[in-house]
């Protein structure tokens, strides 16, 4: 299997624009979870799905950010309209939920976004 | 609430064992990891403890648990300079889908 695929890796954009990030989940697992990472404030759950279905979005900034899951293999976290403070690696991992060691989370390699 | 906390920076020389500790506050979690992050790439599972074992081996990584003082501890023996990396505890409870995260401790290694 390939891992988590997330795309792009890297993305620069100005202020103000959309910024949408995709990630692939692992075949076959069915959570996943929206990570950003940040030095200041480490590495913070957005969201996550099971089954695709949003189970918790607590951990959503505010209403600018968004997550969708319209399948077992493919989700995107948007960001409209981006400000300077989202910069940050947003990674995507997903799990095979109720397993014992099977629960163990695969991140993906993260998308570094670079607001301006 | 659930929270995981672990000291943000370790330095040791090559050779040397490294000893990373975490405390949780979640008496119910069932499985504690611990992720490796290498600079640019994302977290891997170095290895996980089920909560009714006190400590597994694994090569030269050693897991201490203290379920009593909710206290997980990795030791890398014979730390390498390919070591240096940053290092997330990580609990997960009963019947949940989420993972808690500490902020993660960042080991230097010195040839």
């Known amino acids: 299997d390939a891992g988590v695929i997330q795309s792009p890796r890297h993305e620069v954009t100005e202020m103000g624009q959309e910024v949408t990030l995709r990630c692939k989940p692992i075949s076959g697992h069915n959570s996943l979870f929206w990570y950003r990472q940040t030095m200041m404030r480490g590495l913070e759950l957005l969201i996550y799905f099971n089954n695709n279905v949003p189970i918790d979005d607590s951990g959503m900034p505010e209403d600018r950010f968004s997550a969708k899951m319209p399948n077992a293999s493919f989700s995107t976290l948007k960001i409209q309209p981006s400000e300077p403070r989202d910069s940050a690696v947003y990674f995507c991992?997903?799990?095979?939920?109720?397993?014992?060691?099977?629960?163990?989370?695969?991140f993906g390699p993260g998308t570094r976004l670079l607001v301006l | 609430g659930e929270d995981v906390e672990q000291s943000l920076f370790l330095s040791v020389r090559e050779g040397d064992s490294s000893v990373i500790n975490c405390t949780y506050t979640d008496s119910s979690s069932t499985y504690l990891y611990w992720y490796k992050q290498e600079p640019g790439a994302g977290l891997q599972l170095l290895t996980y403890i089920f909560s009714n074992m006190d400590m597994k081996q694994d090569q030269r990584l050693t897991v201490l648990l203290n379920k009593k003082d909710k206290h997980l501890s990795l030791r890398i023996a014979d730390t390498q300079t390919g070591d240096s990396a940053i290092y997330f505890c990580a609990e997960k409870g009963t019947g949940g889908f989420k993972t808690i995260f500490g902020a993660g401790t960042r080991l230097f290694v010195k040839a």
């Open positions: 991992a997903s799990s095979l939920s109720w397993g014992g060691p099977g629960e163990t989370q695969y």
